[in-house]
C-alpha cells in the first residue's frame, strides 16, 4: 500500500503525528505490533494520564544535546494540548507542580488521539510484527506480517524498552543504527533504585515515605521520597535516578525545612527530649527512629555537645546514600538516551543525512522530568514531524 507516510508506533508520539500529518493532508498509516493503541497511556498516572506539565520548558529535559528540544516545545505548548482536552470536552484537574490529570480515565486521551487521527483520515495497521525496513529510491518499504507499506517518509516512534510488560522494545534503536543513526546507550529513568546489603536498616522502612530533598549531582528535587523493601522510590527519588549514574551517592536532606542550627534550637527549647522525638516531630516515628539509632546520640538533648549536634545535623541534611543499581528497565517509566539528536533535525525531527527519516518521542534522546513532561515531549516531536511530513508532501 502507497503512503505519504508511515509511522512506526501508536503511543502518544506517533499517534499525534499521525494526526498532525493526516489533518494538513497527507496519507498516513500508523503501524504497530501491540492489537491496541496507546498502551503506555492507559496505564499513566494511576489510570488517569498525567497528559502534560504547564511547566515544561527545555531546562526539563535531559539532553546530550539540552538545547535539542527547545524548538519544538516552543511550536507546541502545554497550552496547545490543553486546548485540544477542552475541545474534546475532557475535564481534568492540576494535582501539584503544574501536572494536568483527566479526572476521568487515561482512556479519554487514547480517544481523542484517535479521533483526532480519524479526522485526519489515518490508515492503522495494529498487531503486525515487522520483519523488514528498507530504504531506496527515495521510498521507504515496511514488511509486516500482513502486508507492504511503502511511502516516501518513515518516522520512528517505537519509544524505549521501558515497561517491557507493555510490548517495550528497543527496536527504534537497531533500526536508527541500520540507517547510520548513533544511539547514546539506552538506561532506565525514573526508576527506583536497590540499596546494597549494608542499608538494611532503610529497607526496613519499608512504605514510610517523607518530603525530602534528594540530590544527584548538581541537580535536586524536594518531593516525597518513599522506602521499600528493595530501596529507595517515589516522586524525589524517580526524578534524581535520571541524573544518577552507577557509583554515585544520592544526597537526601530529611529535614528540608529546618535551619542548619535546628537541633541546637532544640537543646534549648526541649532540654529533656531525646533525638528520637525531635525528630519525630519533623519526620514519620519509623523514620526518625531509623534516623535516630543510625546518627547515635543517646541520652537528653541537654547532654549533646553543639558540635556532636552540628555534625548530626549536617548529616541529616545531607544523608548520602549509594545505591547498587535501579530496578531495571522493568520498573523505569521512561528511557534516557536513544537515538542521538546530533543526526536530527530540532525543527522537523528528520535525519540530516536521510531525507524523509525521522525520530519522535521516547526513541529520542529527549527525556522530561516526572510529572507529563514526557507527554508533552510525545506531543511537540510528533506536532514538527506531522507539519515537516504534510509540507514535503505538498499537501
Not at 503512503?3 to 494538513?24: E, K, N, S, V
Not at 516516501?152 to 510490548?167: C, E, M, N, Q, R
Not at 546494597?196 to 515515605?209: D, I, N, Q
Not at 537528653?300 to 558540635?307: P, Y
Request: charged share 20%; proline share 5%.
Amino acid at each position: 500500500m502507497q503512503h505519504d507516510a508511515i509511522i512506526l508506533g501508536a503511543g502518544g508520539a506517533g499517534l499525534f503525528c499521525a494526526a498532525t500529518a493526516g489533518q494538513a493532508g497527507a496519507r498516513v498509516v500508523v503501524i504497530d505490533h501491540n492489537v491496541e493503541p496507546g498502551k503506555k497511556i492507559l496505564i499513566s498516572g494511576g489510570g488517569r494520564c498525567n497528559f502534560t506539565n504547564i511547566g515544561a520548558a527545555p531546562d526539563r529535559y535531559l539532553s546530550e544535546n539540552r538545547h535539542f528540544a527547545r524548538s519544538a516545545l516552543s511550536r507546541y505548548t502545554p497550552a496547545d494540548f490543553v486546548d485540544l482536552v477542552r475541545k474534546h470536552g475532557i475535564a481534568f484537574h492540576e494535582k501539584t507542580l503544574g501536572q494536568l490529570f483527566c479526572d476521568g480515565s487515561a482512556r479519554q486521551i487514547v480517544a481523542l488521539l484517535m479521533d483526532e487521527c480519524a479526522a485526519g483520515r489515518v490508515d492503522f495497521a495494529f498487531g503486525q510484527a515487522i520483519s523488514d525496513v528498507a530504504h531506496a529510491d527515495g521510498q521507504f518499504t515496511v514488511i509486516t506480517s500482513e502486508g507492504r507499506f511503502t511511502a516516501p517518509h518513515l518516522v520512528i516512534a517505537t519509544g524505549g524498552p521501558a515497561i517491557p510488560k507493555l510490548g517495550a522494545t528497543g527496536f527504534a534503536y537497531s533500526l536508527g543504527k541500520q540507517f547510520g543513526l548513533r544511539i547514546i546507550p539506552p538506561r532506565p529513568a525514573l526508576v527506583p533504585f536497590t540499596l546494597p546489603g549494608g542499608e538494611s536498616l532503610f529497607r526496613e522502612l519499608a512504605g514510610v515515605a517523607a518530603t525530602v530533598v534528594a540530590k544527584a549531582g548538581k541537580t535536586a528535587f524536594r518531593e516525597a521520597a518513599l522506602f521499600t523493601h528493595r530501596g529507595l522510590s517515589g516522586p524525589a527519588m524517580l526524578q534524581a535516578s535520571s541524573y544518577w549514574r552507577h557509583g554515585e551517592a544520592i544526597s537526601v536532606d530529611f529535614l528540608p525545612d529546618a535551619p542548619a542550627d535546628w537541633l541546637g534550637t532544640m537543646k534549648r527549647q526541649r532540654p529533656k527530649a531525646g533525638l528520637k522525638s525531635i525528630l519525630a516531630s519533623s519526620l514519620p516515628e519509623r523514620l526518625a527512629e531509623a534516623l535516630a539509632d543510625a546518627v547515635a546520640l543517646p541520652g537528653e538533648m541537654a547532654n549533646q555537645k553543639d558540635a556532636a549536634l552540628t555534625a548530626a545535623m549536617q548529616r541529616l541534611k545531607a544523608w548520602a546514600f549509594r545505591p547498587d543499581g535501579t530496578e531495571g528497565f522493568a520498573k523505569a517509566e521512561v528511557t534516557a538516551g536513544g537515538i542521538d539528536t546530533a543526526g536530527l533535525s530540532s525543527r522537523t525531527m528528520m535525519a540530516s543525512h536521510i531525507e524523509g527519516l525521522y525520530a519522535i518521542g521516547e526513541a529520542v534522546d529527549v527525556t522530561g522530568w516526572l510529572g507529563g513532561y514526557n507527554f508533552q515531549w510525545a506531543w511537540a516531536s510528533g506536532h514538527a514531524a506531522g507539519v515537516a511530513i504534510a509540507e514535503r508532501a505538498g499537501t
